[in-house]
């Protein structure tokens, strides 16, 4: 599934084609209503038509297109949802679901596999969102905002991290990634984390996230940009599906379990299950 880094390298590639780009038409192919929500494609055609694009956001794993008429097109591309930006001349490709015609003889493609993505037109961009948390590479993200999102947790560290009520675009990949560059083993209890874990936890995700958006995300299975191009995340993995291969920091070999019903890869000798020396701390309680 594209995760932050995965969406913001998308995101920077599309700002500067989008930006003042008229939309002439948007047509779903047939089969993939069910991407719309609900929402009847024509209806969203007659409303986006003539409509300018003045800005392309991210929030989380979402992105989303500001319209002139002050509406918003929100895209989550879910588990193999890609966007592609191409003349109209580019050839047909394989498993396009929907079209967003522009000016210039351009168009925007959104191009899934499982037609498990979606796409919202709405006034404003919460009315499309579930609660998400702080956004990892922000400056509102601090040491002390993920305390407050983990404290009193007794979930696994690794499922609270996937929960994005606490943080926003941390997915299967970075959990893994971040848990691993703290020691901490991801069934340790979100909500019993020491200070200098918290802060080694903090500083792991921001970096993790930065070092994803610097190789233009991870391409394991279906991820491509908006060119249509593969990242190089993959290759700079620590423990992601290398199990049983050697840790790169220990020699160790890298182990595969499930948390929370997803696979996750951690090196039992640099992240040791530790002994709770105390309970967890409560929320009511101060930092």
Known sequence: MPELPEVETIRRQLEPLLIGRQIH???????????LRGRAAFDIDAQVRGCTVTAVSRRGKYLSLQL???QVIVIHL???GSLRYRNVEHENEQ????VFRLDGNRELRFVDVR????????????DALPALGPEPLSDDFTADALWDALRGRLVALKSALLDQANVAGIGNIYADEAL?????H????????RPRERSALHSAIRQVLQQGVQHGGASFRDYTDSAGDEGAQQYYVRV?????????????????IIVGGRATHFCPTCQPVRQRSRQVTSKRRSR
């Open 186 to 193: 991801p069934e340790c209890p979100a909500g019993s984390l």
């Open 115 to 126: 037609k498990f993505g979606t796409i919202d037109l709405v006034e404003r961009l919460e």
């Open 78 to 80: 879910r588990m193999t």
């Open 240 to 256: 992601f599906r290398r199990t049983d291969e050697p840790c790169d920091a220990c020699g160790t070999a890298i182990r595969r």
């Open 25 to 35: 038409s948007f047509q779903v192919m047939p089969g993939a209503e069910r991407l």
């Open 180 to 184: 691993f560059l703290a020691h901490l």
């Open 68 to 70: 002139d008429s002050d």
């Open 95 to 98: 498993f396009t679901r929907a």
